[in-house]
């Protein structure tokens, strides 16, 4: 039985390898990988997972917001970074620190032309979105007479990018078609009237594995480099990176009618032995997860969270498992797949790994 140690979010750099080279072997030898790093590599370590991605290979970086960008600067990343969701507050430092912007509507557009323009600026990388249906960020096509006429010398549109709503849905395989369609005709339009030929890009990881036709110049990866494929099919592929681990702390006997936790969220109908572990909601395990939703893995087998999940520790039924102080938990993994423990409250890989707080020690290993 492994010993644990305390609570670190394990993080496999040679996994990370295997899920980007993965990726690459789908797209042609020109297309371009956008590795997206925002929210803290997908709550693993961003300035890792960057240095890495660009030593594997990838051109290009994105975050979602500038701050983020700012911290791969001061980590002393040089590769080019997209921010996907600038503030107009920001752009000041957006340009300070060579970070290019996506700019999304009119009144965000201008305000960077102004900042460009006035901090002289000659051929200013910046990316422009579209809104073919997600309607979330993006121009609609009817800005493209609008974007053309208000551009001036101090930006170089580097490309021209779009985002599916359901790519990794194969019920909604017809919406995808119709936004990537959508999408290349906006584009023809739009390089038309611009004189110069920008990049295209569309595809996020389902994207890439679904939708061959659309990977265009360049792709834009998250979830499949953490490892997390969108499908039971899909997720053979991929190896998730981060192992969330933690440990026994202390491992109590209930007896029939005693409770556990706050508020005496658990009732014991028989005597059992719970275990209480270091992890807690600050740390990225939701109160959602509390009176048996979650689980967590202790000596291969399932013990499930048992009451309200505290601050800062929660206790699991360790009825039917031989195990001590001081073992090891397994929060999620390889084996206990991040995916699988997020459906236990409806949600999803994404949110969960993204949860995991700062507080949680990062380690870094390749096997
Ligand atoms: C987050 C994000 C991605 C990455 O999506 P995955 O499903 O994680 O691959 C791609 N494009 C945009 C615009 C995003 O915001």
Known sequence: MPKGTETVLEINLTALGSNYRFLRSKLNNNTKFMAIVKAFGYGSDAVMIAKELIDLGADYLAVAYVKEGVALRDAGIKAPIVVLHPQPINFDILIDRCLEPSLYSPKVFNQFIEVA?????????????FNTGLNRLGFWENDVNYIISNLNESVKIKSIFSHLAASEDLTEKDFSQTQIKMFKSISEKFIKKLKYTPMLHMCN???????PEAHLDMVRSGIGLYGYGNSEKENHNFIPIATLKSVISQIHQIEKGETVGYNRAFKSDDFIKTATIPIGHADGISRAYGDGKGWVTINGKKAPIIG????????????????YEGDEVILFGEEARADDIAEGIDSISYELITAISQRVKRVFCRK
């Not at 323009?117 to 979105?129: A, E, F, S």
């Open 117 to 129: 323009t006035n901090k002289n600026q000659i051929h200013y990388p910046v990316h422009i979105k």
């Open 308 to 323: 309200n999940v505290c601050m800062d520790m929660l206790m699991v039924n360790i009825k039917d498992i031989d195990c």
């Open 205 to 211: 990881t389902s994207g890439i594995l679904n939708f």
